[in-house]
DNA sequence: GCATTTACTAAACACTGTTTACTATATTTA
DNA sequence: TAAATATAGTAAACAGTGTTTAGTAAATGC
């Protein structure tokens, strides 16, 4: 019954098209505005149609928050080729910022953004995340193994890390950063120099 | 002409009422379970009244979100009697942090929410995180002055510790904590301890 | 060829923030 | 004091939202 597999096929490309047209709307004017009506009127479905394919409008955003960690998880490994734990750790730590400056309705979703987490609570595993930690976890365990960082427990030294980068960007991305008065070219450069300095006091 | 006075104050009132509702319901149920006519029910008028007293929603959580960091900077401000500027500092780190256990609504209000940020776009001043970061950077000022962390610019610095506390606290308050796979109690514990690190690695 | 399953949708439900047109009361003016 | 005006409040509507239900038309299985 090669039918059966068409239909699964169908399936999958009627959930891909559901989502490339949710990521476009998604990335264009943010989540408020996709609405499901939206998303729909896209791909010129019944708003009725994306309920046989997905629960609900956070499984859809479910789907997008997975796929922006894969984005982010491929550009962090690229630093896999960098020898030094330490260079490595500072290459990782400036793509992060990077990749919230330049894809900030991503970032949010992520790691702000209340929707995606209903369906993570059911899943009692957080893959996408802990794939990427997982990785901040190995170098920093690499960097206490050549002593280049001051000695402490390794997860709350990963804690703190991931920490402090999030809360740099995630004051950038909702806008608190504006305490600063300054262009936000500017307010860019200081939150990367601040990574710097938190860095250097990092360093053993 | 004391009626206008009279008047006046009645408008004010008024304004107390819908603010002291939404601000209880707010607590209770969260931003979005507060509708107009949750808070209008909740003081038994219709919603239309309400947009005699505020422009919009947004304008009454605005008015939430001040009252909230009127009540940090009471709590932080406690700290002023501490002499030693890194013991006043570490006091208003884990003071921050608690306010955010203990309150994570308004922290949220304050700190991650878009909704209070329209209205301070508006005032090309934001006085309430002014005045508590002003006094951060009054403790680092002094801390800098008396050698008791390492040497490095006051506003950069400033940062760095906002990020860095606010990081910790954001990623607990959106539930992204989760990937500890741990009891809340010990997450604290965590967070506490990453602070500790964090102002170790920070001393002179 | 007929029964059944599948894919899809129009319409409705229960909400949301916000605006408009209207009423009843309070205040001011003649 | 009586008429004119200003104020306070509201019912109903507008334009949206996520989601569900009942019903139709086409594809598939027998």
């Known amino acids: 019954m090669a039918i059966k597999e068409r239909k699964e096929r169908e399936k999958q490309e009627m959930r891909n098209l559901i989502i490339e047209s949710a990521t476009h709307l998604f990335l264009k004017q943010g989540y408020d505005k996709t609405s499901i009506r939206n998303i729909a009127e896209d791909i010129e479905y019944s708003p009725a149609t994306i309920y046989l394919y ?65 369906q993570i609570k059911n899943e009692e595993k957080w893959e996408a995340l802990d794939c990427a930690f997982g990785y901040l976890l190995q170098t920093l365990t690499a960097c206490f193994e050549e002593k280049k960082i001051r000695q402490a427990d390794l997860h709350v030294t990963a804690i703190m890390v991931w920490s402090y980068v999030h809360g740099l960007v995630s004051l950038y991305v909702r806008e608190r950063m504006c305490i600063l008065m300054m262009p936000d070219d500017a307010v860019r450069e200081v939150l990367y120099g601040s990574f710097d300095l938190f860095l250097a006091n990092l360093k053993a």
Chains 1, 2 share one sequence.
Not at 56 to 61: P, R, T
Not at 77 to 90: N, T
Not at 92 to 106: H, K, S, V
């Open 54 to 118: 997905f629960k609900d409008k956070d499984e859809i955003f479910y789907v997008i928050h997975e796929n922006a960690f894969a984005i982010l998880d491929q550009e962090l490994r690229k630093h896999d080729v960098v020898a030094d734990p330490f260079e490595r750790l500072a290459a990782i730590g400036r793509t992060y910022i990077q990749f919230a400056f330049e894809n900030p309705d991503y970032y949010d979703l992520m790691f702000i953004m209340r929707a995606p987490m209903q």
